[in-house]
């Protein structure tokens, strides 16, 4: 039982973190550091990649496969989690691949 109640606790306060951003001009961020010009969600959460990773771990949006995969993560989640904090209208996740990344 604890381990939900934490979920939630990091769910609510990654919605709470977007339903703010969401108030400054559009934007968009990528989930994978790619180049200087592009804007990763890690930089913005102030945290490295590999702690947003874990980060969505606990918020039961991505999933550790062990040493080989790593930290997986799972979009379907990610706009499942989205629709249910209400936060569909003012953050939206599309996947575009990048060429070598």
């Not at 702690?51 to 997986?72: E, L, P, S, W």
């Not at 993560?73 to 953050?91: G, P, R």
Request: proline residues 2%; glycine residues 6%; aromatic residues 12%.
């Amino acid at each position: 039982m604890a381990e939900i109640g934490k979920e939630s606790q990091f769910r609510d306060a990654l919605a709470t973190f977007l339903a703010k951003v969401s108030e400054s001009n559009a934007h968009w961020y990528s989930l994978k550091p790619l180049s200087k010009s592009i804007p990763c969600l890690s930089d913005a959460l102030g945290i490295s990649y590999d702690n947003m990773m874990i980060y969505f771990q606990c918020c039961g949006i991505a999933v550790d496969k062990g040493k080989a995969q790593g930290i997986r993560f799972y979009a379907e989640k990610f706009t499942s989690f989205l629709v249910v904090s209400s936060l569909e209208s003012v953050c939206e996740h599309i996947t575009h691949y990048v060429a070598g990344s």
